[in-house]
């Protein structure tokens, strides 16, 4: 795909908090919980910036719907991990189901030493999102859109260096759902500025979907560097289909034979098949390795997928075409013809397939 790519290279209801007998045997420490109730509350809006992505590393990968136990145990967790001071206790009492929602209610216990409080939390049934109060929608929405736009100013701010062709690399997980959304706002820029960037789709250093991701890094690797005229075709079926690989290279008319012959030649100079059957080389003991590019990913600091880098600076701006045009017209010495040109301005979906989305925050890392 590269033009000079390297070979290694929530009028609803309004939630209450259900109070619980707190004991005032400790005022410090019963001061000390109520302040840290009050930050689990008001953390809502830092959760809707941050919290969202941090809660995807407990995500349902495919979407579907989870029993209501399962939900509230991934609750309790995200939680305990993110958004509690060390030996805070959190305690699930119940889980209940919204009617037509599409949500969770949970009641949870928060205790610390001598005192404790009940807390109402909501969480979606794929688990993707947790609401620590319950907002009105329409608050939500339009806060998630002033979040974006806060996020779109602060990139135009951002100086990204300039260049007379400016060097694109969007460093993903072929499997992860959020470097499919990432894929598929870079495609439409991609097509539209391919013979005036050098643009690639480069590849995190780890895998965390399985030998099929290994594989399909490999063939993406591979088509890029051999056949990189059918690249765009071949991402376009994949990430916008339903990633079934093998229509996607008919569709693409990819020469097999030369793929499988710079696959297997590939896996071999980096032991990439080697290393999988050998656990002890896997990251933190659960990710197989991917080091094709581990140079570059170690250049960039790549800690997840998908991660966008331009002219050697990594940028983060929200998953749209047009918000990936712009960054990428801004890193031109000289803007061309082409950066006139409007895109859509709708986030991505995450996943394979089309439609749109309704966050740029989740990350594969």
């Known amino acids: 795909m590269a033009k000079k790519r390297k070979k290694t290279e929530k009028r609803n209801e309004e939630a209450k908090s259900e109070e619980v007998s707190i004991k005032e045997e400790n005022p410090k420490e019963t001061e000390g919980i109520r302040r840290y109730i009050g930050m689990f509350i008001s953390g809502l809006v830092i959760g ?5 992505a941090l809660l995807s590393s407990f995500y349902v990968e495919n979407g579907s719907t989870i029993s209501a136990k399962e939900a509230g145990q991934k609750a309790v967790d995200w939680i305990s991990n993110y958004a509690v001071r060390p030996g805070t206790k959190v305690e699930l009492i119940n889980v209940t189901e919204v009617d037509g929602e599409g949500i969770y209610k949970l009641s949870i216990n928060l205790s610390a ?8 939390s909501y969480i979606t049934k794929d688990a993707k999102y947790l609401f620590p109060q319950g907002i009105p929608t329409g608050e939500f929405v339009e806060l998630k859109k002033e979040v974006e736009q806060q996020q779109n100013k602060k990139q135009q701010k951002l ?20 470097g499919l959304q990432a894929e598929k706002a870079f495609l439409p820029v991609y097509k539209l500025l391919k013979d005036k960037a050098d643009m690639a789709i480069n590849f995190v250093s780890y895998a965390m979907h399985g030998k099929k991701e290994l594989d399909e890094n490999l063939r993406q690797y ?3 560097l051999e056949q990189g005229d059918k690249y765009y075709d071949y991402l376009s079926c994949f990430a916008g289909g339903s990633g079934n690989y093998s229509r996607c290279l008919e569709e693409a008319k990819i020469d097999k034979t030369k793929l499988n012959s710079c696959v297997a030649r590939v896996d071999k100079e980096y032991n990439i098949t080697e290393m999988y059957n050998n656990k002890s080389t ?17 250049k960039y600091g790549v800690r997840g997928s998908p991660t966008l880098v331009i002219n050697d600076k990594v940028v983060i701006i929200n998953r749209s075409p047009e918000a990936y045009k712009e960054a990428i017209c801004s890193a031109f010495t000289n803007p061309p013809e ?4 409007k895109l859509s301005e709708s986030t991505t979906s995450p996943g394979f397939g089309g439609g749109v989305g309704s966050s740029s925050g989740g990350q594969c890392n």
């Open 159 to 178: 100086e990204i260096p300039k260049s007379d062709t400016p060097d694109v690399k969007l460093f993903v997980m072929s499997y992860c759902p959020y």
């Open 222 to 224: 591979c088509i890029q």
């Open 113 to 120: 030493g001598n005192t404790s409080q009940v807390v109402q």
């Open 338 to 341: 082409e950066c006139n040109q």
């Open 48 to 52: 809707l910036i941050i919290g969202v």
């Open 282 to 298: 896997w990251v933190s003991g659960m990710f197989p390795r991917f080091n094709v590019e581990a140079d570059l990913n170690t």
